[in-house]
């Protein structure tokens, strides 16, 4: 394809940058073959000129198009290049804040410096079984492809994770170990897991440090071989160590610190454990100071050192041996400050009493004097003598510096070595994979050894990728049979030989290190004389002869030679190290034997899997000690890199490149120059240009059609897909060489995919130009037209506007005329009429005038009449009162007298003996008397009101006479007063008028003013109240509101606060559902694994030669499965575990099984225990009903005697209170038996006397009864006993001599009793009073009620009047039916109670009496022959509905009914839950004939059969769901016949007969709801394991409305890149399944409820599933995915429509699922949407809704990308919401079932059991 088709303008390109590496720039016109330049504008706007290369005329990088950028594999990109990768990582790590990206087989993982929360067990369950390409890139996916290629290919894996310092190198291999640790499935491998995970912080602590560039930087290489067996499961690990950089020991740059253990131990020597080692401040010792950093911010080494010392202990490195490991780290120390001081030029001395060597001496445990002489001499040795040289104080301190780095180096490997002894395991290791975190490229101001080193592996590391790279290239081509052409790709063996080869610089420096005088000067010239001419790879400085320059993959790098020599030879005074071996430390010593041990001439270990010594010395019992068998550090670590190659090329490696993104350690930064570096030292560049070269495009050619589909006309689209791609790229890319046609794919070259997303969106383009100029003519004709119709609308309205106009004024003017004429005539009017009133009101003063003066007359003489009335009254009234006075005191002097005479003749008669004989003569006598002297007093009674009228008509006759005597005296002084006042009377009477005519006047202008101001005043004031009136009611108006208001938000409040707590209860109420079901899940996952490891056993002990075993109750035929069997299982188990010496770990299983035979041995032992004393409690019964009747005999009618005469007595005294109360009821009409008379007294005291003495009976009968009560619970109690002789001696001792303590029991038992009887008459008066109270309310209502009728029927019509009352009557029968039945239902409960008790009584009775016909019967033979109830025999024709067996049938019972029944069969042809109907009709009759034993092994051995069937077929899910049926019926039956009546509510008369009358088997039924609810809980696994594999194709991959979703190039990462395509799953397969799973529920009778719950968890765990995957697949979220998955939801709800079962939360749990999708399809631009997505999100989490907006990614180039702000916004108002972190959903997590109780309606007797079942032994009974 030309340039000029591709440089276009408008055309986006890359060009160099100085700070940002690349910049992007967009042409601003077409470029041509042969211009010198590009027109560029860049994106902020600035034009600039880009001058092209004159020489190669390479034009700039395109780039790619916008829907590319972001994506998951840089290898989709259309343009493979170095700015194309730089932005994509950068807009992933930036923007979308994803660290992960593929780049072919590469992961590269950013260093976020953040924690993220991407790493939970959620993640790994996600990740877990799934493509690598399917997901998100992660760590977990590198993992699972590994883990999942070791299992399918059986090829040892590994994965080689690489990065610079503090790129997060040791985080990703950590993770990957977790991850394997987590699938691997055993139970073992959490252990190892955290044995692993332990050895960080001791391996971080010893071999990590901080850097210039990293805080915890890792200063050595580490291999961890994780091993699995042939389970795969994780057995052990082994860790191999490379190239410790010891020279840290000793020597720290500006600004780093030494290994992190001894900044830990100085932090902590303030603790009392560390004083020994005598330590202080990191700044006091010499190797901690120099790099003048000691802390490192953030960083507590105290806790850190807490921390490594746990992982010590956890590692099995016991307390002994830490303290021996910090007191040689002590040691070093204090060794560093040793001060050496210069005796002469040639020698060198310690000062005596140093107190750091003597402190290093009591540390490591030698003397003083050996190690100061050996630390400043050494010993030559030659031929025939041995020489001390003294050393000078230079070299001194070099030895000594040495010495602490041989110590160092010696630790590091002895707690290396141990740390593998704890990951290692005696079982053989099938398979492993190798977890490699070594260190990446590095380039420093001064390079030294180590970095030599650590580029020369690098450069082995590249190698082999790059080999493996083209391998895996050349092997695609190959299997897609496209011609394979050499590419020509970086090839680092020159370098690799310049380093490595013979005469090369490693060989060199060997060399030069076995001369003795060898020095680096020397060393330097042979390198330059060697290779400076002869490989190009290999440089000197210009400004140094003490350096060289080697190019390697990555970057030229200069190495300084200084130190070279003395690094690789790493020697260490002998005589030093002679006597530290001589210590009395035994760590120290045991360091340097093991140092002996490992010196080898290969330099490798046997048992320790190859770990490098990066330091050994010749072994000293060797007498040949020459320099050619010592090994130098150069060689070593060539040997071990080979080593490490060799078991790489033998692995399948998957490769992590970490990078830091920053050196600042910024969160999310991005630093294009430092990752640009990065990235082209670990080989992503090189990936990516050996991709570049051939064809990095890749598709399938059904996403070829899918995706460019658009570009086809309909004539080129055939029925054969591929050959439709073939002729439409033909006609497309006229370039051959552009593309290949591959058996299952199209390869295209790089750009080719651009050019056609280019023509894709024109085409695009185009068609949405047709369709804009379509749609905004077709509204611009809407908008002409309406604007038409307007015009004439507002025409008309216009006209009509104007018309009424005009007839509005011709109506005006017509009225102003009559207004006129009504007004005038309305002012005349008015004025008349004032004049009219104006005389009216003169007339009407003048003519009141007069009538007031005739009035007053009148009233004058009216007055004067009264007085003279009034005076006249008063002077007789006042005659009267003195005379009554008068006679009145007259007669109280006589009475006085007289009843002074009587009351002393009635002294005399009381004092007289003959009175007194009178009063006691009768009661007759005195009646008599009392009557006589009535009469008496009468008479005299009538005689005084006789004398009292006459003297009334004499004072009433004198009275009127002195009335009239006054009366006349009185008017003739009146009329002489009268007659001498008349004439000056009326002289001022007229000059009053004078005066009250002109006042008159004047008070009339007064109240004509004072009226017209009070009219005035009223109507203000009407107006005032009217307007406080309104504002009264609009005030009330208000209040009325404002109080329905608050009282509608209080009860609103309230509702929303009994919801929230209802809400909350049913929370709570779920989460202990929800535990105590995870409790049950456990259980059975145990009881499984007790079952697994028992047959493991068994199954092992088969092969043993004599070893006794049983038939397997696990066989395929099954029939002796029962409780019985599992115990002699048990018993066989735990014999052949005894045998078990090897191969499994047993421990759990023989205390199970230790602790379940003790159980069964006290279960068995309490059982036997119980039959003893119901034996013993049989025959005391028997022997003692005969006893007590004969004891009881004369006592017993003694009582009857006793009580019969006290009844006569109560009779008596009964009717003699009767015959009184009759005498005076008969004497009562004569007066006699008044309250307060003498004979009313009389017989109130005898009637006293009679209930006291009736009392005094009542007590003696009540402790008679106390006797009777307490004979009845001795008897009670001596039944009870189990040796009846004690009982039988207690009697025989109350008859001979405890009489009295018997009478005081008696008396003490009558206290109680009477306290009782008085409680309870107490409580019954208090019932029967509120009974009455609560009749009384009701007979208020009624009566109210009655009324209410009564009214309303008195105001309808006759004949509605009739109806009401007929209907009122009606309805009054109707209730009082009602409850007549509810109290008959009552009465036939406790008939049926009754019977039950009746039952069981003539049951015990007949025991009793048969106990007593047997009494000669030995106990053992009453043991031997227990006693059975005698059946009465029914007629065969009244089925009961019970089925009867034989014990020795109950094998085959269980066998034919649970363990052979097929459920497809018993689904079909017979009724739901047949098989709970037979066994609960079995049950029954066992339950009828009181036979305990049966009732237990029944129901045992049912529970255990249906265990034993669920574990045999647990994955079938037609089987699991058949069980839960028949469980969930059983369970049902159980309680709708247990006699409650709760569960009786619904049964009928004849259901309500067959209920269980002997046993309460409630505990029974819980067991057997807890087996409920596992099979329900394996019901759902079952389910799910059928429903994941099609969830996430169905509802996200597979495209439910065609031609929506576009197809984007997916790179290298090809979905179902580990297994074959098995199929592919859509919505339809998902709706069929979910069919499938209701019609075998409803087929098997399964509870509605039940059905109900499971299709919610269905529901679940498809929105669960779906949404999950959405949030890890940034393929998925886009527009149009949002809308499939939208139209998937709305079939899935259509499902629960047409099935009824919208209406229980089945929806609920998809709403995140759709407002996920919802979210991928609203707006996301403005304030407005992040508010609208807010309130609608409302099921997701924060983390859920940035993590979708973070990943929607464009399938078009018309759709925007998300921008970092808005998303910001999103966080900032999400920011107050309190949920959780989680990212994912919980898969795992099952709603608490519960099982509401659905009573059955068939009735037992009408049960028929079919042929089929072979059940031919049951008989119906």
């Given at each position: 394809m030309a340039a000029s088709e591709l440089y276009t303008k408008c055309a986006r390109v890359w060009i160099p940058d100085a700070e940002e590496v690349w910049k992007s720039a967009e042409l601003n016109k077409d470029y041509k073959n042969g211009d010198v330049s590009l027109q560029l504008m860049l994106e902020d706007g600035t034009n600039v000129e880009h001058k092209l290369d004159p020489k190669t005329k390479n034009l700039p990088y395109l780039r790619n198009p916008d829907i590319l950028v972001g994506e998951n594999d840089l290898t989709a990109l259309s343009y493979l290049h170095e700015p194309a990768v730089l932005h994509n990582l950068k807009v992933r790590f930036v923007d979308s804040k994803l660290i992960y990206t593929y780049c072919g087989i590469v992961l590269v993982a950013i260093n976020?410096?953040?924690?993220?929360?991407?790493?939970?067990?959620?993640?790994?369950?996600?990740?877990?079984?799934?493509?690598?390409?399917?997901?998100?890139?992660?760590?977990?996916?590198?993992?699972?492809?590994?883990?999942?290629?070791?299992?399918?290919?059986?090829?040892?894996?590994?994965?080689?994770?690489?990065?610079?310092?503090?790129?997060?190198?040791?985080?990703?291999?950590?993770?990957?170990?977790?991850?394997?640790?987590?699938?691997?499935?055993?139970?073992?491998?959490?252990?190892?897991?955290?044995?692993?995970?332990?050895?960080?912080?001791?391996?971080?602590?010893?071999?990590?440090?901080?850097?210039?560039?990293?805080?915890?930087?890792?200063?050595?290489?580490?291999?961890?071989?994780?091993?699995?067996?042939?389970?795969?499961?994780?057995?052990?690990?082994?860790?191999?160590?490379?190239?410790?950089?010891?020279?840290?020991?000793?020597?720290?740059?500006?600004?780093?610190?030494?290994?992190?253990?001894?900044?830990?131990?100085?932090?902590?020597?303030?603790?009392?454990?560390?004083?020994?080692?005598?330590?202080?401040?990191?700044?006091?010792?010499?190797?901690?100071?120099?790099?003048?950093?000691?802390?490192?911010?953030?960083?507590?080494?105290?806790?850190?050192?807490?921390?490594?010392?746990?992982?010590?202990?956890?590692?099995?490195?016991?307390?002994?041996?830490?303290?021996?490991?910090?007191?040689?780290?002590?040691?070093?120390?204090?060794?560093?400050?040793?001060?050496?001081?210069?005796?002469?030029?040639?020698?060198?001395?310690?000062?005596?009493?140093?107190?750091?060597l003597t402190a290093f001496c009591e540390l490591v445990g030698v003397t003083y004097q050996d190690m100061s002489q050996w630390l400043c001499h050494r010993k030559l040795k030659?031929?025939?003598?041995?020489?001390?040289?003294?050393?000078?104080?230079?070299?001194?301190?070099?030895?000594?510096?040495?010495?602490s780095k041989h110590i160092y180096a010696k630790l590091f490997n002895w707690i290396v070595e141990h740390v593998n002894k704890a990951l290692i395991t005696n079982i053989k290791q099938h398979s492993f994979i190798g977890v490699l975190d070594i260190y990446g490229f590095e380039t420093f101001e001064i390079n030294s050894f180590e970095q030599f080193c650590i580029n020369y592996a690098n450069e082995k590391l590249q190698q082999q990728f790059n080999m493996h790279v083209f391998k895996l290239e050349q092997e695609e081509y190959m299997r897609e049979q496209i011609p394979w052409t050499l590419i020509d790709f970086y090839d680092n063996q020159p370098c690799i030989n310049l380093i490595e080869a013979k005469m090369g610089i490693l060989d060199l420096l060997d060399e030069e290190c076995k001369m003795p005088k060898g020095s680096d000067d020397s060393w330097a010239q042979k390198l330059y004389n060697t290779h400076l001419k002869t490989c190009s790879l290999f440089e000197k400085p210009r400004m140094s002869n003490r350096a060289f320059i080697i190019q390697h993959f990555a970057d030229k790098v200069e190495y300084q030679c200084e130190g070279f020599l003395e690094k690789n030879k790493d020697t260490v005074n002998e005589?030093?190290?002679?006597?530290?071996?001589?210590?009395?430390?035994?760590?120290?010593?045991?360091?340097?034997?093991?140092?002996?041990?490992?010196?080898?001439?290969?330099?490798?270990?046997?048992?320790?899997?190859?770990?490098?010594?990066?330091?050994?010395?010749?072994?000293?019992?060797?007498?040949?000690?020459?320099?050619?068998?010592?090994?130098?550090?150069?060689?070593?670590?060539?040997?071990?890199?080979?080593?490490?190659?060799?078991?790489?090329?033998?692995?399948?490696?998957?490769?992590?490149?970490?990078?830091?993104?920053?050196?600042?350690?910024?969160?999310?930064?991005?630093d294009p120059k430092r990752a640009v570096q990065q990235l082209r030292a670990c080989g992503v560049l090189e990936t990516i240009r050996i991709s570049a070269a051939g064809f990095p495009s890749r598709w399938t050619y059904q996403e070829f059609f899918s995706r460019y589909r658009v570009l086809m006309k309909q004539k080129d689209v055939l029925a054969d897909k591929k050959l439709t791609c073939k002729n439409v790229l033909e006609q497309l890319v006229q370039d051959q060489d552009k593309y290949q046609f591959g058996k299952t794919k199209i390869f295209f070259r790089a750009g080719?995919?651009?050019?056609?997303?280019?023509?894709?969106?024109?085409?695009?383009?185009?068609?949405?130009?047709?369709?804009?100029?379509?749609?905004?003519?077709?509204?611009?004709?809407?908008?002409?037209?309406?604007?038409?119709?307007?015009?004439?609308?507002?025409?008309?309205?216009?006209?009509?506007?104007?018309?009424?106009?005009?007839?509005?004024?011709?109506?005006?003017?017509?009225?102003?005329?009559i207004i006129q004429k009504y007004q005038r005539m309305c002012v005349e009017r008015k004025r008349y009429r004032q004049k009219q009133a104006a005389a009216l009101v003169m007339q009407t003063i003048l003519r009141a005038y007069m009538a007031r003066q005739k009035y007053q007359a009148l009233r004058r003489e009216s007055k004067a009449v009264i007085i003279q009335k009034r005076v006249r009254g008063w002077l007789a009234r006042c005659w009267y009162k003195r005379c009554l006075v008068s006679i009145v005191y007259l007669q109280c002097c006589f009475r006085r007298m007289k009843a002074r005479r009587e009351l002393k003749k009635l002294k005399i008669e009381a004092r007289s003996v003959q009175h007194l004989k009178k009063l006691n003569k009768g009661m007759e006598n005195k009646i008599m008397q009392l009557q006589r002297k009535l009469d008496e007093q009468n008479k005299e009674n009538r005689l005084v009101n006789e004398r009292l009228v006459g003297l009334e008509t004499t004072y009433t006759t004198e009275s009127e006479r002195m009335r009239g005597e006054l009366s006349r005296l009185r008017g003739v002084e009146e009329d002489a007063k009268n007659k001498g006042n008349q004439v000056s009377s009326l002289l001022e009477e007229l000059e009053k008028l004078r005066k009250e005519l002109s006042s008159t006047q004047k008070e009339k202008k007064t109240i004509e003013d004072w009226a017209q101001t009070y009219r005035n005043e009223m109507e203000k004031m009407v107006s005032e109240l009217k307007e406080q009136n309104c504002s009264l009611k609009k005030e009330k108006e208000d209040l009325n509101r404002s109080i329905q208001e608050q009282s509608q938000q209080m009860t609103e409040k309230m509702a929303r606060v009994i919801a929230e707590e209802t809400q909350q209860l049913k929370t709570d109420l779920n989460e202990e559902r929800s535990r105590y079901q995870n409790l049950l899940t456990e259980h059975r996952r145990l009881e499984e694994k007790h079952d697994d490891l028992k047959e493991e056993m068994v199954s092992s002990n088969v092969s043993k030669p004599g070893h006794r075993r049983t038939d397997s109750t696990h066989s395929s035929n099954g029939s002796e499965y029962t409780y019985n069997s599992e115990y002699a299982e048990l018993e066989e188990g735990s014999r052949a575990a005894e045998d078990v010496t090897r191969g499994i770990d047993t421990s759990l299983t023989l205390k199970l099984q230790k602790r379940l035979t003790e159980l069964e041995q006290e279960k068995q032992s309490l059982r036997n225990e119980l039959e003893n004393k119901e034996d013993q409690f049989q025959r005391a019964r028997a022997r003692d009903d005969v006893e007590f009747k004969k004891a009881r005999g004369a006592e017993l009618e003694y009582e009857s005697l006793k009580r019969q005469e006290l009844e006569s007595e109560n009779k008596k005294l009964k009717h003699d209170l009767a015959e009184i109360r009759q005498s005076l009821l008969g004497k009562a009409a004569t007066g006699a038996g008044a309250p307060g008379s003498p004979a009313y007294k009389v017989v109130l005291e005898q009637l006293n006397a009679s209930c006291e003495e009736l009392e005094v009976r009542k007590e003696e009968v009540l402790i008679l009864r106390s006797q009777l009560v307490s004979q009845k619970e001795a008897m009670h109690h001596k039944e009870t006993m189990t040796d009846p002789s004690v009982y039988v001696e207690d009697v025989s001792k109350l008859k001979d001599?405890?009489?009295?303590?018997?009478?005081?029991?008696?008396?003490?038992?009558?206290?109680?009793?009477?306290?009782?009887?008085?409680?309870?008459?107490?409580?019954?008066?208090?019932?029967e009073v509120e009974s009455l109270r609560g009749e009384l309310q009701n007979v208020k209502e009624e009566n109210n009620r009655q009324q209410q009728l009564l009214a309303q029927n008195l105001q309808l019509p006759p004949e509605a009047r009739i109806e009401a009352s007929l209907q009122h009557e009606i309805t009054r029968l109707t209730n009082e039916n009602l409850d007549l039945m509810e109290q008959l239902e009552k009465q036939d409960r406790t008939i049926r109670k009754l019977k039950k008790q009746l039952k069981v009584y003539s049951k015990r009775i007949g025991e009793m009496g048969a106990g007593q016909t047997e009494g000669q019967t030995s106990p053992g033979q009453m043991v031997d022959e227990p006693i059975h109830p005698v059946n009465i025999p029914r007629r065969e024709k009244d089925f009961q509905g019970m089925l009867e067996y034989k014990k020795e049938d109950e094998l085959k019972l269980v066998k034919n009914l649970i363990l052979e029944l097929k459920p497809r069969g018993v689904a079909v042809n017979l009724i739901p839950g047949l098989p709970a109907y037979?066994?609960?009709?079995?049950?029954?009759?066992?339950?009828?004939?009181?036979?305990?034993?049966?009732?237990?092994?029944?129901?045992?051995?049912?529970?255990?059969?249906?265990?034993?069937?669920?574990?045999?077929?647990?994955?079938?899910?037609?089987?699991?769901?058949?069980?839960?049926?028949?469980?969930?019926?059983?369970?049902?039956?159980?309680?709708?016949?247990?006699?409650?009546?709760?569960?009786?509510?619904?049964?009928?008369?004849?259901?309500?007969?067959?209920?269980?009358?002997?046993?309460?088997?409630?505990?029974?039924?819980?067991?057997?709801?807890?087996?409920?609810?596992?099979?329900?809980?394996?019901?759902?696994?079952?389910?799910?394991?059928?429903?994941?594999?099609?969830i996430v194709s169905g509802m996200l991959e597979h495209e439910t409305i065609q031609g929506v979703s576009g197809v984007k190039p997916t790179g290298l990462r090809k979905r179902t890149s580990s297994i074959a395509d098995e199929g592919t799953y859509t919505l339809d397969s998902i709706l069929r399944q979910l069919s499938a799973f209701h019609s075998t529920m409803c087929q098997h009778g399964t509870d509605p409820e039940l059905i109900k719950q499971v299709v919610k968890q269905q529901f679940y765990i498809i929105g669960a599933v779906t949404l999950n995957n959405l949030l890890l697949r940034k393929d998925m979220c886009s527009w149009s995915k949002g809308m499939q998955i939208r139209y998937n939801v709305s079939q899935l709800e259509e499902w629960l429509r047409d099935k009824g079962l919208m209406t229980f939360g089945a929806k609920e749990t998809l709403e995140p699922l759709i407002q996920a999708a919802q979210l991928l399809q609203v707006k996301k631009k403005t304030d407005e949407d992040a508010g609208a997505i807010c309130s609608m999100c409302l099921a997701l989490t924060t983390a859920q809704i940035v993590k979708v907006l973070n990943l929607y990614t464009p399938v078009n180039e018309f759709e925007e990308r998300v921008s970092v702000s808005f998303i910001r916004t999103i966080q900032t108002r999400l920011r107050d919401r309190c949920e959780s972190p989680q990212l994912l959903m919980d898969t795992k997590m099952i709603y608490p079932v519960t099982f509401p109780f659905s009573p059955s309606s068939l009735a037992l007797e009408t049960i028929q059991i079919p042929g089929s079942l072979n059940l031919g032994f049951l008989t119906r009974v």
């Amino acid at each position: 394809m030309a340039a000029s088709e591709l440089y276009t303008k408008c055309a986006r390109v890359w060009i160099p940058d100085a700070e940002e590496v690349w910049k992007s720039a967009e042409l601003n016109k077409d470029y041509k073959n042969g211009d010198v330049s590009l027109q560029l504008m860049l994106e902020d706007g600035t034009n600039v000129e880009h001058k092209l290369d004159p020489k190669t005329k390479n034009l700039p990088y395109l780039r790619n198009p916008d829907i590319l950028v972001g994506e998951n594999d840089l290898t989709a990109l259309s343009y493979l290049h170095e700015p194309a990768v730089l932005h994509n990582l950068k807009v992933r790590f930036v923007d979308s804040k994803l660290i992960y990206t593929y780049c072919g087989i590469v992961l590269v993982a950013i260093n976020p410096y953040e924690p993220l929360p991407i790493y939970g067990t959620d993640i790994i369950n996600a990740y877990s079984g799934q493509n690598m390409g399917d997901m998100d890139p992660h760590i977990f996916a590198v993992a699972e492809e590994a883990y999942k290629q070791m299992a399918r290919d059986e090829r040892n894996q590994s994965i080689i994770v690489s990065g610079e310092s503090g790129a997060g190198k040791t985080v990703s291999a950590k993770y990957a170990m977790r991850y394997f640790a987590t699938v691997s499935g055993s139970t073992s491998e959490a252990n190892v897991e955290q044995k692993v995970l332990a050895s960080n912080p001791i391996m971080e602590a010893i071999g990590n440090a901080k850097t210039t560039r990293n805080d915890n930087s890792s200063r050595f290489g580490k291999y961890i071989e994780i091993g699995f067996d042939t389970r795969y499961r994780i057995i052990g690990a082994n860790m191999r160590t490379y190239l410790l950089e010891k020279s840290r020991v000793v020597f720290q740059a500006d600004e780093e610190r030494n290994y992190h253990i001894f900044y830990q131990l100085c932090a902590s020597s303030h603790l009392p454990e560390f004083k020994m080692l005598k330590l202080s401040n990191a700044n006091d010792f010499l190797y901690t100071r120099q790099g003048r950093s000691p802390v490192i911010d953030g960083v507590d080494d105290t806790k850190e050192l807490s921390t490594t010392r746990k992982a010590f202990t956890l590692l099995g490195i016991n307390e002994s041996n830490q303290m021996g490991l910090f007191q040689v780290l002590a040691a070093i120390l204090h060794l560093g400050n040793v001060e050496i001081k210069d005796r002469d030029s040639d020698s060198s001395v310690i000062p005596p009493n140093n107190h750091h060597l003597t402190a290093f001496c009591e540390l490591v445990g030698v003397t003083y004097q050996d190690m100061s002489q050996w630390l400043c001499h050494r010993k030559l040795k030659t031929a025939t003598e041995t020489y001390i040289k003294t050393l000078p104080r230079l070299q001194a301190t070099n030895a000594r510096d040495a010495l602490s780095k041989h110590i160092y180096a010696k630790l590091f490997n002895w707690i290396v070595e141990h740390v593998n002894k704890a990951l290692i395991t005696n079982i053989k290791q099938h398979s492993f994979i190798g977890v490699l975190d070594i260190y990446g490229f590095e380039t420093f101001e001064i390079n030294s050894f180590e970095q030599f080193c650590i580029n020369y592996a690098n450069e082995k590391l590249q190698q082999q990728f790059n080999m493996h790279v083209f391998k895996l290239e050349q092997e695609e081509y190959m299997r897609e049979q496209i011609p394979w052409t050499l590419i020509d790709f970086y090839d680092n063996q020159p370098c690799i030989n310049l380093i490595e080869a013979k005469m090369g610089i490693l060989d060199l420096l060997d060399e030069e290190c076995k001369m003795p005088k060898g020095s680096d000067d020397s060393w330097a010239q042979k390198l330059y004389n060697t290779h400076l001419k002869t490989c190009s790879l290999f440089e000197k400085p210009r400004m140094s002869n003490r350096a060289f320059i080697i190019q390697h993959f990555a970057d030229k790098v200069e190495y300084q030679c200084e130190g070279f020599l003395e690094k690789n030879k790493d020697t260490v005074n002998e005589e030093q190290i002679n006597v530290l071996k001589a210590s009395k430390f035994h760590l120290l010593v045991e360091l340097f034997q093991d140092g002996e041990k490992a010196t080898s001439p290969t330099g490798q270990v046997s048992g320790t899997g190859g770990r490098t010594r990066l330091s050994i010395k010749p072994d000293k019992g060797r007498e040949k000690s020459s320099k050619e068998h010592k090994k130098t550090v150069g060689c070593q670590f060539r040997n071990s890199l080979q080593m490490l190659m060799g078991t790489l090329n033998a692995t399948t490696p998957h490769y992590v490149r970490c990078i830091k993104p920053n050196d600042f350690k910024l969160a999310f930064t991005f630093d294009p120059k430092r990752a640009v570096q990065q990235l082209r030292a670990c080989g992503v560049l090189e990936t990516i240009r050996i991709s570049a070269a051939g064809f990095p495009s890749r598709w399938t050619y059904q996403e070829f059609f899918s995706r460019y589909r658009v570009l086809m006309k309909q004539k080129d689209v055939l029925a054969d897909k591929k050959l439709t791609c073939k002729n439409v790229l033909e006609q497309l890319v006229q370039d051959q060489d552009k593309y290949q046609f591959g058996k299952t794919k199209i390869f295209f070259r790089a750009g080719q995919v651009a050019y056609l997303e280019k023509l894709r969106a024109e085409k695009l383009r185009a068609a949405c130009i047709r369709i804009q100029k379509t749609i905004r003519c077709w509204l611009a004709r809407k908008k002409y037209l309406r604007k038409r119709s307007s015009a004439i609308t507002i025409q008309r309205f216009t006209r009509g506007y104007q018309a009424r106009c005009l007839a509005k004024f011709m109506r005006r003017t017509q009225a102003a005329t009559i207004i006129q004429k009504y007004q005038r005539m309305c002012v005349e009017r008015k004025r008349y009429r004032q004049k009219q009133a104006a005389a009216l009101v003169m007339q009407t003063i003048l003519r009141a005038y007069m009538a007031r003066q005739k009035y007053q007359a009148l009233r004058r003489e009216s007055k004067a009449v009264i007085i003279q009335k009034r005076v006249r009254g008063w002077l007789a009234r006042c005659w009267y009162k003195r005379c009554l006075v008068s006679i009145v005191y007259l007669q109280c002097c006589f009475r006085r007298m007289k009843a002074r005479r009587e009351l002393k003749k009635l002294k005399i008669e009381a004092r007289s003996v003959q009175h007194l004989k009178k009063l006691n003569k009768g009661m007759e006598n005195k009646i008599m008397q009392l009557q006589r002297k009535l009469d008496e007093q009468n008479k005299e009674n009538r005689l005084v009101n006789e004398r009292l009228v006459g003297l009334e008509t004499t004072y009433t006759t004198e009275s009127e006479r002195m009335r009239g005597e006054l009366s006349r005296l009185r008017g003739v002084e009146e009329d002489a007063k009268n007659k001498g006042n008349q004439v000056s009377s009326l002289l001022e009477e007229l000059e009053k008028l004078r005066k009250e005519l002109s006042s008159t006047q004047k008070e009339k202008k007064t109240i004509e003013d004072w009226a017209q101001t009070y009219r005035n005043e009223m109507e203000k004031m009407v107006s005032e109240l009217k307007e406080q009136n309104c504002s009264l009611k609009k005030e009330k108006e208000d209040l009325n509101r404002s109080i329905q208001e608050q009282s509608q938000q209080m009860t609103e409040k309230m509702a929303r606060v009994i919801a929230e707590e209802t809400q909350q209860l049913k929370t709570d109420l779920n989460e202990e559902r929800s535990r105590y079901q995870n409790l049950l899940t456990e259980h059975r996952r145990l009881e499984e694994k007790h079952d697994d490891l028992k047959e493991e056993m068994v199954s092992s002990n088969v092969s043993k030669p004599g070893h006794r075993r049983t038939d397997s109750t696990h066989s395929s035929n099954g029939s002796e499965y029962t409780y019985n069997s599992e115990y002699a299982e048990l018993e066989e188990g735990s014999r052949a575990a005894e045998d078990v010496t090897r191969g499994i770990d047993t421990s759990l299983t023989l205390k199970l099984q230790k602790r379940l035979t003790e159980l069964e041995q006290e279960k068995q032992s309490l059982r036997n225990e119980l039959e003893n004393k119901e034996d013993q409690f049989q025959r005391a019964r028997a022997r003692d009903d005969v006893e007590f009747k004969k004891a009881r005999g004369a006592e017993l009618e003694y009582e009857s005697l006793k009580r019969q005469e006290l009844e006569s007595e109560n009779k008596k005294l009964k009717h003699d209170l009767a015959e009184i109360r009759q005498s005076l009821l008969g004497k009562a009409a004569t007066g006699a038996g008044a309250p307060g008379s003498p004979a009313y007294k009389v017989v109130l005291e005898q009637l006293n006397a009679s209930c006291e003495e009736l009392e005094v009976r009542k007590e003696e009968v009540l402790i008679l009864r106390s006797q009777l009560v307490s004979q009845k619970e001795a008897m009670h109690h001596k039944e009870t006993m189990t040796d009846p002789s004690v009982y039988v001696e207690d009697v025989s001792k109350l008859k001979d001599a405890d009489e009295l303590k018997q009478a005081y029991m008696g008396l003490k038992d009558t206290n109680r009793l009477l306290e009782h009887q008085l409680q309870t008459q107490r409580r019954g008066y208090d019932n029967e009073v509120e009974s009455l109270r609560g009749e009384l309310q009701n007979v208020k209502e009624e009566n109210n009620r009655q009324q209410q009728l009564l009214a309303q029927n008195l105001q309808l019509p006759p004949e509605a009047r009739i109806e009401a009352s007929l209907q009122h009557e009606i309805t009054r029968l109707t209730n009082e039916n009602l409850d007549l039945m509810e109290q008959l239902e009552k009465q036939d409960r406790t008939i049926r109670k009754l019977k039950k008790q009746l039952k069981v009584y003539s049951k015990r009775i007949g025991e009793m009496g048969a106990g007593q016909t047997e009494g000669q019967t030995s106990p053992g033979q009453m043991v031997d022959e227990p006693i059975h109830p005698v059946n009465i025999p029914r007629r065969e024709k009244d089925f009961q509905g019970m089925l009867e067996y034989k014990k020795e049938d109950e094998l085959k019972l269980v066998k034919n009914l649970i363990l052979e029944l097929k459920p497809r069969g018993v689904a079909v042809n017979l009724i739901p839950g047949l098989p709970a109907y037979i066994l609960f009709m079995c049950l029954r009759h066992a339950d009828y004939v009181n036979d305990d034993q049966k009732v237990r092994t029944l129901l045992t051995s049912t529970i255990n059969s249906i265990k034993k069937i669920l574990k045999k077929r647990g994955d079938d899910f037609e089987t699991v769901s058949f069980w839960l049926a028949n469980t969930c019926r059983f369970l049902h039956c159980l309680k709708q016949y247990s006699g409650d009546e709760a569960f009786m509510k619904h049964n009928t008369q004849r259901q309500n007969e067959h209920s269980l009358s002997n046993f309460d088997l409630a505990e029974y039924r819980q067991v057997i709801s807890d087996l409920a609810i596992q099979i329900y809980q394996q019901l759902i696994k079952c389910m799910e394991n059928i429903l994941q594999p099609m969830i996430v194709s169905g509802m996200l991959e597979h495209e439910t409305i065609q031609g929506v979703s576009g197809v984007k190039p997916t790179g290298l990462r090809k979905r179902t890149s580990s297994i074959a395509d098995e199929g592919t799953y859509t919505l339809d397969s998902i709706l069929r399944q979910l069919s499938a799973f209701h019609s075998t529920m409803c087929q098997h009778g399964t509870d509605p409820e039940l059905i109900k719950q499971v299709v919610k968890q269905q529901f679940y765990i498809i929105g669960a599933v779906t949404l999950n995957n959405l949030l890890l697949r940034k393929d998925m979220c886009s527009w149009s995915k949002g809308m499939q998955i939208r139209y998937n939801v709305s079939q899935l709800e259509e499902w629960l429509r047409d099935k009824g079962l919208m209406t229980f939360g089945a929806k609920e749990t998809l709403e995140p699922l759709i407002q996920a999708a919802q979210l991928l399809q609203v707006k996301k631009k403005t304030d407005e949407d992040a508010g609208a997505i807010c309130s609608m999100c409302l099921a997701l989490t924060t983390a859920q809704i940035v993590k979708v907006l973070n990943l929607y990614t464009p399938v078009n180039e018309f759709e925007e990308r998300v921008s970092v702000s808005f998303i910001r916004t999103i966080q900032t108002r999400l920011r107050d919401r309190c949920e959780s972190p989680q990212l994912l959903m919980d898969t795992k997590m099952i709603y608490p079932v519960t099982f509401p109780f659905s009573p059955s309606s068939l009735a037992l007797e009408t049960i028929q059991i079919p042929g089929s079942l072979n059940l031919g032994f049951l008989t119906r009974v």
